[in-house]
């Protein structure tokens, strides 16, 4: 079973809902959702933020946090989970952010970086992942990566 599919699947059997703020991946994440049928039941919505001023103006991301940390840091990528939940009222929200390539990476961050984060009202929880391929891979990696995030969330849900 594809991963949008499972994870459909596991909201829709915990009544959760789903929102996701996406800056790397461009809207991927939101369009492998949204091609399972029934997902209006539990994706509210999204952003894709690619801009600093859109992390911030959309979801919240705070201005300070994006100059000591930058776009792509565990920190905003947190912030963008959280501020897609909060904005659209859902009980998760999903965020990627990183630098798919393949120019933009430096020594300390470099191509292939992301993160994606969780936000819930229980808990938050971001992975960093190096990704070794062309921007393509890279972003359907970390669409993966968020997805995987989310069904382990909800399985935790089931103990």
């Known amino acids: 079973m594809v991963i949008e599919v499972e994870v459909g699947a596991l909201l829709s059997e915990h009544?959760?809902?789903?929102?996701?703020?996406?800056?790397?991946?461009g809207g991927l994440v939101a369009h492998r959702i949204t091609c399972v049928s029934g997902s209006s039941s539990y994706y509210l919505g999204g952003f894709v933020?690619?801009?600093?001023?859109?992390?911030?103006?959309?979801?919240?991301v705070r201005h300070?946090?994006?100059?000591a940390h930058g776009a792509v840091s565990e920190e905003t990528a947190l912030e963008m989970a959280r501020g897609a939940r909060e904005r659209l009222g859902s009980d998760l929200g999903i965020a990627t952010t990183g630098i798919a390539g393949p120019t933009g990476g430096t020594?300390?961050?470099?191509?292939?970086?992301v993160y994606v984060a969780l936000s819930a009202a229980d808990v938050?929880?971001?992975e960093r992942h190096v990704w070794q391929g062309d921007r393509?891979?890279?972003?359907?990696?970390?669409?993966?990566a968020v997805?995987?995030?989310?069904?382990?969330?909800?399985?935790?849900?089931?103990?």
């Not at 009544?15 to 991946?25: R, V």
């Not at 933020?49 to 919240?60: D, F, P, R």
């Not at 393509?136 to 993966?144: D, F, I, P």
Request: glycine share 8%.
């Open 15 to 25: 009544g959760l809902t789903l929102a996701t703020a996406e800056s790397s991946t």
């Open 49 to 60: 933020t690619y801009a600093n001023e859109a992390k911030e103006v959309l979801v919240g």
């Open 64 to 67: 300070e946090t994006l100059l």
């Open 107 to 113: 020594l300390e961050k470099p191509v292939g970086l």
């Open 124 to 126: 938050e929880r971001c």
């Open 136 to 144: 393509m891979a890279n972003n359907q990696q970390s669409a993966e």
């Open 147 to 159: 997805l995987r995030l989310v069904r382990s969330y909800v399985q935790g849900q089931s103990g």
